[in-house]
């Protein structure tokens, strides 16, 4: 498809676990983001990526929570040791540069037994 | 901090009725404004922007937006409401000297269409 691409849409582990989510941005789309939505917090900045670099990551809440970006495309967001207050929505983002509209996927639901 | 505020949480309006979300941000220079809308279990699609210039913008589905820095407000405008508009709609800023373009989001309004 055209739009980003997220996987799994739903995603349900039990405390402790590892998880790994992943993005697949709109193609030719430089910039890549991933933000949480979450019942308490609202929608929240996680980390950006630009190419295969992270410039800004501050928006991870803690170091569980890890990003890589290969050949300037896919994206994982890798949250260790999971937590029940990491449940959440997870959305990914993509574009063709700062300043210009984000495209988002449709997100990853993760719930934290 | 930079922060952007919709003060309403819960709007009802009736179908056909006009509506406007309003949306509040900090100052702020060469702010990028955005709206977004949700629908359940569905991503944020982009309603409309605001870069530059005219100050008032056109987006999709009858969706109109007034950019007023002296107000530092970026409400969503649309003259009659279809029952399909029921979601939630977020206000987006992009500040341009973050040098990330990550967004700041508005807490949402979730809109109610009655009959």
């Known amino acids: 498809g055209a739009g980003v691409s997220q996987s799994p849409s739903n995603k349900v582990t039990e405390k402790g676990k590892d998880v790994e989510l992943r993005c697949d941005p709109i193609?030719?789309?430089?910039?890549l983001y991933w933000y949480r939505q979450s019942l308490g917090q609202g929608l929240e900045f996680l980390i950006y990526f630009q190419g295969n670099s992270a410039p800004d990551k501050s928006g991870l809440p803690s170091d569980r929570f890890s990003a890589e970006r290969t050949g300037g495309s896919v994206s994982t967001l890798t949250i260790q040791r999971t937590q029940q207050e990491d449940s959440a929505v997870y959305l990914c983002?993509?574009?063709?540069?700062?300043?210009?509209?984000?495209?988002f996927g449709d997100g990853t639901r993760l719930s934290i037994l | 901090a930079q922060s952007v505020t919709q003060p309403d949480i819960h709007i009802t309006v009736s179908e056909g009725a006009s509506l406007e979300l309003r949306c509040n941000y900090s100052?702020?220079?060469?702010?990028?404004l955005f709206w977004y809308v949700q629908s359940p279990g569905q991503g944020l699609q982009l309603l409309l922007k605001?870069?530059?210039?005219?100050?008032l913008v056109q987006g999709i589905k009858g969706f109109e937006a007034e950019f007023k820095r002296s107000q530092s407000s970026f409400n969503l405008r649309k003259p009659s409401v279809h029952w399909s508009d029921a979601a939630e709609y977020f206000c987006?800023?992009?500040?341009?000297?973050?040098?990330?373009?990550?967004?700041?989001f508005g807490q949402g309004t979730t809109l109610q269409v009655k009959p």
């Open positions: 987006a800023v992009e500040w341009g000297s973050s040098n990330t373009g990550k967004l700041i």
């Open positions: 100052y702020g220079a060469t702010p990028y």
């Open positions: 193609s030719g789309h430089t910039a």
């Open positions: 605001y870069f530059s210039g005219d100050t």
């Open positions: 983002a993509s574009s063709i540069g700062m300043g210009q509209p984000q495209h």
